[in-house]
C-alpha cells in the first residue's frame, strides 16, 4: 500500500504546479483524499479535499481561487493544481487518503516558489 506524490519543484512567483498522487496497492475510488502541507517551522496544515466520486470539494482560504483538487479514479490518481502561487505557497505537498479510521500518507513533494 502506497501513496507517491510528485510534481514539485521551484517555480516563480505567478507561476503554476500541477501535483499528483498516485496509489498503488489499494483501490482509490473508496478513499476520501486531501492535500496537506507543511513549511518549515509550521504546523501541517490541510490545503484541499476531494469526496470519493469527485463531486464535491473543499479548500482553505488561503489557496481558494488559486488551487483546483480533482481525481481520475481510473488512474488511481489524485491531482492538485496549482495556479498563481506565492512564496508562502512554499512547502512539502502531502496527500492523504481516508476511508474510515484507515489512513494512508504519501512521502510529499517539495514545492518552492521563489524569485
Known amino acids: 500500500v502506497q501513496l507517491v506524490e510528485s510534481g514539485g519543484g521551484l517555480v516563480q512567483p505567478g507561476g503554476s504546479l500541477r501535483l499528483s498522487c498516485i496509489a498503488s496497492g489499494f483501490t482509490l475510488s473508496s478513499y476520501f483524499m486531501t492535500w496537506y502541507r507543511q513549511a518549515p517551522g509550521k504546523e501541517r496544515e490541510l490545503v484541499a479535499s476531494i469526496t470519493t466520486a469527485g463531486r464535491n470539494t473543499g479548500y482553505a482560504d488561503f489557496v481558494k481561487g488559486r488551487f483546483t483538487i480533482s481525481r481520475d479514479n481510473s488512474k488511481n490518481t489524485v491531482y492538485l493544481q496549482m495556479n498563481s502561487l506565492k512564496p508562502e505557497d512554499t512547502a512539502v505537498y502531502y496527500c492523504?487518503?481516508?476511508?474510515?479510521?484507515?489512513?494512508?500518507w504519501g512521502q510529499g513533494t517539495q514545492v518552492t516558489v521563489s524569485s
Open positions: 492523504r487518503a481516508s476511508v474510515g479510521l484507515r489512513n494512508y
